[in-house]
Nanobody, 122 residues
């Protein structure tokens, strides 16, 4: 099992940047593919980005390509989401997620964090 704790959310103006962090417990973090999801008010949770256990493969939803970057530091048991050129439509609760399988990390991961709020003002 792995426990996930997100941080780094907050309020930012449109065009600004934020970096989210997700700290994972346990010594098996490097075995897990990691993902970021988000849920805006009144909408379903959606996939944002994912990264393989080694960091060699990354995936993004179309709406964030070129603006968001997912990365990981296995020595620190941490995955990051660098968000640049933020837009008001990026406003949501952002969740970190983990799964042993990359496909699952992109769709239906087994482990979730509690979420961190990101608000982008226009």
């Amino acid at each position: 099992q792995v426990a996930l704790v997100e941080s780094g959310g907050g309020l930012v103006q449109a065009g600004g940047s934020l970096r989210l962090s997700c700290a994972a417990s346990g010594r098996t973090f490097r075995r897990y593919a990691m993902g970021w999801f988000r849920q805006a008010p009144g909408k379903e949770r959606e996939f944002v980005a994912a990264i393989s256990w080694s960091g060699s493969s990354t995936y993004y939803t179309d709406s964030v390509k070129g603006r968001f970057t997912i990365s990981r530091d296995n020595a620190k048991n941490t995955v990051y989401l660098q968000m640049d050129s933020l837009k008001p439509e990026d406003t949501a609760v952002y969740y970190c997620a983990a799964d042993l399988y990359l496909d699952s990390a992109r769709g239906a991961p087994n482990y979730w964090g509690q979420g961190t709020q990101v608000t982008v003002s226009s």
